[in-house]
């Protein structure tokens, strides 16, 4: 969870530099990224949203791989197959159809993994999502639908998006739904690992609502003191979830002074890699764009692509 906070505050240092084309923090939600995914097994395939960055450094995945995308140098910066974790999804709720497809594959292999994604409140509000859950339950995919409800699905509270809570909305579909403190980070780690273990078993797919808050901006382009007060900003920071876990450990003498250094000497070194990582990132080709449309080049793909590389040896 402190890592994963040093990453977004040395990725939030570098947009504002000019470095990163845009970011989107994860701060004050790393208790329900990182109990989640320490959750299921190393082989389970996560699709997440866009803004998991303490679940994909919990994967192993590199602040260059993080970064790329977000610097505007390739579409994603790391394979999903060596991870099992999916590219960044940023068209809402997209990634609950990919997941739930997955998921029927997983189950007519036969193979002992569940797919687990993620996503916010608002995406629940778009159709993919109804049509994903509604899909899982007839269907029995093994798939765990985690909802980090932020409270604020840009600048729409959660109140104006929904009349009943998330988790029931989602036993209507007929998943097996779950509520937990999202800032809890080992009520969020017990309770995937009980619904992971149903969804394995064959119980069916399953919802977990882990309310939670978007500490920042919803990204580096959103100015959040337009629509939310400082009184509300600070009332949630009191239940931070890195600071409510370092009072639980120090109450028991777990978090000693030699712990503390540590971790913070290993956050300082992943912010210096986060920095150095974003200013070697390698230059992509704009021609790549043209290499992933299709499987098969067609004959007007060719040609827009021979026409873009005209325009652009053009300039030189």
């Known amino acids: 969870m402190r890592r994963a906070r040093a990453l977004d505050d040395a990725a939030f240092a570098l947009q504002r530099q000019g470095e990163l084309g845009l970011w989107l923090q994860s701060r004050g939600q790393e208790a329900a990224q990182v109990g989640s995914i320490t959750a299921v097994n190393s082989t389970d395939h996560v699709f997440p949203s866009y ?27 790391w394979d999903p197959q060596k991870y099992r974790f999916h590219i960044n999804t940023l068209v809402l709720a997209a990634q609950l159809h990919h997941a739930t497809g997955y998921a029927m594959g997983v189950q007519r292999d036969g193979a002992d993994e569940l797919v687990l994604t993620y996503f916010g409140d608002g995406a629940s509000s778009e159709g993919d999502a109804g049509e994903a859950f509604n899909w899982a339950a007839t269907m029995d995919c093994p798939v765990v639908f985690f909802c980090q409800n932020n409270n604020w699905a840009i600048s729409t509270p959660s109140e104006r998006q929904m009349r009943s809570p998330l988790h029931q909305r989602a036993a209507g579909y007929g998943l097996d739904s ?53 009184g509300e900003v600070d009332d949630w920071g009191t239940r931070d979830p890195i600071l409510r876990l370092e009072a639980f450990l120090a109450g028991r003498d777990w978090l000693t002074t030699e712990v503390r250094a540590d971790i913070d000497s290993e956050c300082d070194a992943l912010s210096e890699e986060t920095r150095i990582a974003c200013h070697s990132l390698p230059l992509g080709s704009f021609n790549e764009i043209f290499e992933n449309v299709l499987s098969d080049e067609t004959p007007l793909l060719r040609a827009q692509r021979t026409q873009f590389e005209e325009f652009t040896n053009s300039f030189e």
């Not at 919990?58 to 390739?74: D, F, H, K, T």
């Not at 808050?213 to 939310?228: K, V």
């Open 51 to 77: 803004r998991e960055h303490a679940a994909a450094l919990s994967r192993g995945i590199s602040p260059a791989e993080l970064l790329i995308q977000w610097r505007g140098n390739r579409h994603s910066g």
């Open 178 to 230: 779950y509520l937990v403190d999202g800032n809890d980070v080992l009520a969020v780690h017990a309770v995937t690992r009980i619904v992971a273990d149903r969804v394995r078993a064959g119980a069916g797919p399953a919802f977990i609502e882990a309310v939670t808050y978007r500490m920042a901006g919803h990204s580096t382009s959103d100015d959040p003191g337009r629509y939310r007060t400082a």
